[in-house]
Every structure is written in structure tokens, then in C-alpha cells.
């Protein structure tokens, strides 16, 4: 009896002494936690041989308001984080810095999550969410590319971050109009930006009905937002003859239709239900965040579904919530509101970009929905506190070392797929870089590159203008050699279903010979990036 009493101080003083250590050290243990996520992004930050599609785009733009490198991205790309990197280029930086810069990005949205789970419920709950935030493979495998979906999950998080510390807490209206600053100025970094508009309006109708309408602190923050949003709107009323090209994008018949079988009919309710698999798609998506594909075995097993598990035990926290519903519709009850609040932002993020993936049918890609990760992993940190509740009233060593056990091997399992995941793409498109460096090497500024490829790959590591000509208009092709009077085309195989079928080398072979190539296959027997010297004489 002595030996259990005995054990029970002993865990009871390991736990107090160890609550008193990150109460005390709270600070230090955020630190550590920011530069082991920052160090293990600089690990990866360089592991990628060449860019994407979407990098290229973004990257030259910046290179095209830095150095004024030939502009051919569509109108609706978001424009406000190429124009800070434009700025970085004209000072002289290059890709190398703003993959740099992009990492503090990355750990300003782990930062965020730690903010926002000390706010919400502690500094405990804070401080795991950050972790989990840290290791989270699909964050750090975008922030090895060069992406704009982690600016979005800091500009998003901080809007939505500001608006609960200013309207619903009432610590101070300059928090309330800080989120109109960065919305207004971010829905032109990241369009998904602009979904917190219905996100606040939901909580404030679901809350407070129409009774915000008379508070003239949301009717400033409105106009904060649209004075914040003036000069992009301007610049791209002048540049594309619309204030924000991704509304006129949306509303033509290029932006996205549903689609029946030819000849079937549907009645709404069917159609409605077709719908739903989509529409809920990222919610199932959950289980793709929280249990990556991990080698087989008990330790991988354990770390596969740890965070799943947490998140699920989790939600348990609010039942209070959902039980006492009333008191947050009647806006009774200042707990229940704030958590209601949480609920709200990831439920939001969540069901809005399934019914976007469902209207538009558009591709399921889980960085969408990067704005709803610090609620999710928040969630992941409650479950560690509702198992011990659960598990501590039979055996406090126990629970404790369950809480280490799906902790260590939640992160490891990350950290795992992370590793997994980037270095599996890591060698992609490097065609791309060794033929656009190539032609920047042998042509100078000014030269015309024509062809058929993927162009803002060939934009972007060229630093030339490229004019997409081929077969399929060989009269075209003809008068814009003649008139721009190119060294080279560019046969380039990346685009696989734009050139499969590109026949202009082949049947203008008297016109061109080709003087590189670069291959898919080690052995160079597979050419898939061939540039051809153009005779100008024969045209």
C-alpha cells in the first residue's frame, strides 16, 4: 500500500514539476520548437532540381516587375507576393533568397498556430499544436517549393487570428481593422484569402443575426479593406480591364462547369447529391493529413494513426459546444462563443473549398486548405489532454506515457512522409532548368525563343521571350520566325499533351538542325527537351 501511495507522489511530482517547467519555460520550448521547423525546411529548401509550373509563373512575374522579364502568366494569378519578390530581384537577390525569405513565411504560420492555440485554450495546447504544425508533411513539403499557399495559411490565419482578438474578445479595435488590411491587400497574395468573408459573416449571423450591421468598428474595417485593396485593384483594372481578374474568371464558362453523362437528366435534389462526395472531399481528406503512408510494422502503425486518433478524441471537447448550441445562437455565453468561433473557421475552410472542388471540378489538393491546419493540429493537442482525463483517473503513468508515445511517434511519422514525399519529386522538370539555362547561356537579352513547351518554365530559366508556334499553324510559325528572327526552337516534351504531336522540326528539317538535348533516362537514349539552331537563311 506504502509502494502505490509512494508511486502516486512520484508521478504526481514528475507531472507537477514537469506543468511548472513549461508554464516557466513556455517561451524557451517555442523557440525550440520554431528552430527545429525552421531547420529541418532548410534541409529541404534547395533539394528540388527545378521548378513547377506554378512556381515558374510566380517566379517570373517577379522577374518580370524586378528585372522586366516578358510577362505570360494568366491575369487571375495573384499578383501582391510576386510583386515583393520583383522587389528582391531588382536589389540584386535571385531564387536562392526567396526561398529563404519563404521559410520564415513557413515558420511564421507554426508561430501563428502556437498564438492561436494559447489563445483559445493554453499555453500547453499552443505549444503542441505548433509541433505538429512543424512536422506537418504537406506544409513542409510546399515550403520547399516555391509556393504561395503558406502565405496564405499566415495571411489567412492572422486575419482570422486579429478578428477574434479584436471583435469577439474586445481587446482593441486595432486588431479589428488589421484584419481589413489583411484582407484587403490578400486577397490579391492568395485568392482562397477571400473565403474569410464568409467564414466572419457565417459566425456573425449564426451569432449575432443582423445586429452587427449597426456596429460601425465592421463598417470601418470594410473600408480599411477596400482602401488596402485600391491600388492592386488599379493596377489590374489598367493591366486586364477588370479589378480582379479571378471574379471574371469565375463567372465565364472557362472557370468551371458541371458536366452529365451526354443525353442524362437529373433532377436537383440528384444533382445535389451527385455533389456531395466532392463537396465533402477535404473532410475526408483528414485521414490523407493525419495518416500519411508509412512503411509497414507496429512502431509505423502506431505513427500512422496517432494524430488521427488525438484529432477524433479531440473533437470531444466540443460536445459542451454542440450540447449548449442555444446558448451560442442566444450569444449567451462567452466560452461556448469562442469555441464555437475555432469550430466555425475549420469547419468553413474545410466545406468551402469541397464545394469550390465540387461546382468547378476542380483537383483535390490538400495546401488549399492550409488556412484550416492550425484549428486541425489545435484539435490534435485537446485529444492528448482529453486522453489523460480519460486515462488518468485509472493510471496517471499510464496516460503520460500514452501522451509520449502518440506524441513522438505522431511527429516521426511526419517527419517520415515528409522526407519520403519531397525526395520523390525532388528530380522532376529538371529538363527544364538545364535547357532554359542553356539557351540563357547561348543567347543574349532581347533574343526571341520559339516553339512548342511549357512556357513559363522556358520564360523563366531563359530570361527570354518565347513565342509558342508549331504544325498546327506551320503559316504562323513561318511569318513569326521571319519577323522575330529566332536562333533557336524549342521542342520541349514536358508539355506531354501540347506537343505529343508537334511535327514542325520534322517536316522543316531543311530550315533547322537540332544542337542539344536533354533526356529522361540516365542512358540519354529518351530526349524529351531538344533545341534546334534555326537557318535564318532558309526563311
Not at 316 to 330: E, G, R
Request: with cysteine; hydrophobic share 50%; proline share 3%.
Amino acid at each position: 500500500m506504502e509502494g502505490d501511495n509512494a508511486g502516486k507522489e512520484g508521478i504526481g511530482s514528475f507531472l507537477a514539476k514537469a506543468n511548472n517547467f513549461i508554464e516557466s519555460k513556455h517561451r524557451i520550448i517555442l523557440i525550440a520548437i520554431l528552430l527545429f521547423a525552421f531547420i529541418i525546411r532548410l534541409k529541404y529548401m534547395t533539394v528540388n532540381a527545378a521548378v513547377w509550373w506554378d512556381e515558374a509563373d510566380y517566379l517570373s512575374l517577379a522577374k518580370h516587375f524586378g528585372l522586366g522579364l516578358p510577362e505570360q502568366a494568366a491575369p487571375w494569378r495573384a499578383r501582391a507576393v510576386p510583386m515583393l519578390w520583383g522587389a528582391f530581384y531588382f536589389l540584386g537577390a535571385n531564387e536562392w533568397f526567396i526561398r529563404f525569405f519563404s521559410q520564415f513565411v513557413a515558420v511564421g504560420g507554426v508561430l501563428l498556430t502556437y498564438f492561436i492555440g494559447k489563445e483559445f485554450f493554453s499555453k500547453k495546447i499552443g505549444l503542441l499544436a505548433a509541433l505538429f504544425m512543424s512536422v506537418y508533411f504537406e506544409h513542409m513539403f510546399w515550403s520547399a517549393r516555391v509556393s504561395l499557399d503558406v502565405y496564405s495559411l499566415l495571411l489567412f490565419g492572422l486575419a482570422a487570428f486579429f478578428f477574434y482578438k479584436g471583435y469577439v474578445k474586445g481587446h482593441g479595435n486595432k486588431y479589428i481593422y488589421a484584419t481589413g488590411a489583411i484582407y484587403g491587400a490578400g486577397i490579391y497574395a492568395y485568392d482562397g484569402i477571400g473565403f474569410l468573408a464568409i467564414f466572419l459573416l457565417l459566425f456573425l449571423l449564426l451569432t449575432e443575426r443582423l445586429k452587427f450591421l449597426k456596429d460601425k468598428r465592421l463598417w470601418i474595417m470594410v473600408g480599411v479593406a477596400l482602401l488596402a485593396a485600391l491600388p492592386f485593384a488599379v493596377y489590374h483594372e489598367v493591366e486586364f480591364g477588370h479589378p480582379y481578374p479571378r471574379l471574371k474568371l469565375f463567372s465565364s464558362i472557362e472557370g468551371g462547369q458541371i458536366t452529365l453523362a451526354e443525353g442524362a437528366q437529373q433532377s436537383m435534389p440528384a444533382k445535389i447529391v451527385s455533389l456531395l462526395p466532392d463537396t465533402f472531399s477535404y473532410f475526408k481528406g483528414i485521414g490523407y493529413y493525419l495518416s500519411p503512408q508509412l512503411p509497414s510494422g507496429i512502431f509505423w502503425g502506431i505513427a500512422k494513426w496517432s494524430l488521427f486518433l488525438l484529432f477524433l478524441l479531440g473533437l470531444l471537447a466540443f460536445v459542451n459546444m454542440f450540447i449548449c448550441f442555444d446558448k451560442v445562437w442566444k450569444n449567451e455565453n462567452k466560452e461556448l462563443k469562442s469555441e464555437f468561433y475555432l469550430f466555425l473557421w475549420g469547419f468553413s475552410v474545410l466545406l468551402i473549398f469541397g464545394i469550390v472542388n465540387a461546382i468547378s471540378a476542380f483537383y483535390f489538393e490538400p495546401r488549399f486548405v492550409f488556412p484550416a491546419m492550425p484549428v486541425i493540429f489545435i484539435v490534435c493537442a485537446l485529444g492528448i489532454r482529453q486522453m489523460y482525463r480519460l486515462v488518468s483517473k485509472y493510471s496517471k503513468e499510464v496516460a503520460v506515457g500514452l501522451a509520449v508515445v502518440l506524441v513522438v511517434t505522431g511527429v516521426v511519422g511526419q517527419l517520415s512522409f515528409a522526407n519520403a514525399l519531397i525526395n520523390a519529386k525532388k528530380d522532376t522538370y529538371v529538363q527544364e532548368k538545364e535547357g532554359g539555362e542553356w539557351l540563357k547561356q547561348h543567347t543574349s537579352p532581347g533574343d526571341v525563343l520559339v516553339g512548342c513547351g511549357l512556357t513559363v518554365q522556358i520564360i523563366y530559366y531563359s530570361e527570354r521571350d518565347f513565342k509558342r508556334v508549331g504544325s498546327n499553324n506551320a503559316t504562323l510559325a513561318d511569318e513569326t520566325i521571319k519577323k522575330y528572327k529566332p536562333k533557336y526552337y524549342v521542342l520541349d516534351g514536358m508539355d506531354f499533351e501540347g506537343c505529343k504531336s508537334e511535327q514542325y522540326p520534322a517536316i522543316n528539317q531543311d530550315k533547322m538542325v537540332p544542337v542539344q538535348a536533354f533526356f529522361m533516362d540516365a542512358a540519354k537514349t529518351q530526349p524529351i527537351y531538344i533545341i534546334f539552331e534555326i537557318k535564318q537563311e532558309a526563311y
